[in-house]
């Protein structure tokens, strides 16, 4: 018994300290991962910068189309907070360009770098993209109720109902960026371990 336990532990240590082939990616391989991934941060990034700019536009309007203070305050508190997501989503998650002198290992330090970073903006989402839209948000809600003209006679259920709509919206958001983020942490993980 004690000889095919030591037997064992040899045939592992011979195993364990063979070097192993190695799947390796080539420059191109990398180079065509980093593009494709930087074009779809580009068309993410299109499709926010454009929602935001049509919120920014149908609020604007609401904006000056009421004379209610405390609506002017939520209407304006929300067009700050797109434009808040915007900017932040420009300066932490827009593209960077793979440079074109780069070897094999640092073109694959800069994707892997770039893949972190994309993960860590999806990651941090009520920060900087859910939560700078709740207290304006919170404002139109409270306007709302407070310059019901009297045509909807029960204006509590109708702003409980739009809130939790508001909060069914914000949950799918928020998980299907934590699933993205997932993603993103299998393809580092898969990097690491093909090139250790």
Same mark, same amino acid.
């Given at each position: 018994?004690?000889?095919?336990?030591?037997?064992?532990?040899?045939?592992?240590?011979?195993?364990?300290?063979?070097?192993?082939?190695?799947?390796?990616?080539?420059?191109?391989?990398?180079?065509?991962?980093?593009?494709?991934?930087?074009?779809?941060?580009?068309?993410?990034?299109?499709?926010?910068?454009?929602?935001?700019?049509?919120?920014?536009?149908?609020?604007?309007?609401?904006?000056?189309?009421?004379?209610?203070?405390?609506?002017?305050?939520?209407? &304006?508190?929300? +067009? *700050?907070?797109?434009?808040?997501?915007? /900017?932040? =989503?420009?300066?932490?998650?827009? $593209? !960077?360009?793979?440079?074109?002198?780069?070897?094999?290992?640092?073109?694959?330090?800069?994707?892997?770098?770039?893949?972190?970073?994309?993960?860590?903006?999806?990651?941090?989402?009520?920060?900087?993209?859910?939560?700078?839209?709740?207290?304006?948000?919170?404002?139109?809600?409270?306007?709302?109720?407070?310059?019901?003209?009297?045509?909807?006679?029960?204006?509590?259920?109708?702003?409980?109902?739009? &809130?939790?709509? +508001? *909060?069914?919206?914000?949950?799918?958001? /928020?998980? =299907?960026?934590?699933?993205?983020? $997932? !993603?993103?942490?299998?393809?580092?993980?898969?990097?690491?371990?093909?090139?250790?």
């Amino acid at each position: 018994m004690a000889n095919e336990t030591a037997r064992d532990d040899e045939m592992k240590n011979v195993w364990q300290s063979q070097e192993g082939e190695g799947l390796r990616m080539s420059l191109d391989e990398i180079r065509l991962k980093a593009e494709k991934q930087g074009r779809s941060i580009e068309w993410r990034n299109a499709r926010e910068y454009i929602a935001a700019f049509a919120v920014v536009v149908f609020l604007g309007f609401s904006f000056f189309g009421t004379t209610d203070v405390l609506s002017r305050v939520g209407f &304006g508190l929300v +067009i *700050a907070s797109m434009l808040y997501i915007a /900017w932040h =989503l420009h300066r932490k998650g827009s $593209r !960077r360009r793979l440079p074109s002198d780069l070897g094999v290992a640092d073109c694959l330090q800069f994707y892997r770098g770039e893949l972190g970073r994309q993960r860590d903006l999806l990651q941090g989402v009520w920060r900087w993209y859910l939560g700078p839209v709740v207290p304006g948000l919170a404002v139109v809600m409270l306007a709302l109720t407070r310059t019901n003209p009297g045509h909807l006679n029960h204006i509590v259920w109708v702003i409980a109902a739009y &809130g939790a709509a +508001i *909060a069914l919206v914000f949950l799918g958001v /928020w998980r =299907l960026n934590e699933r993205a983020a $997932r !993603r993103l942490q299998e393809r580092i993980d898969a990097l690491d371990a093909l090139h250790g």
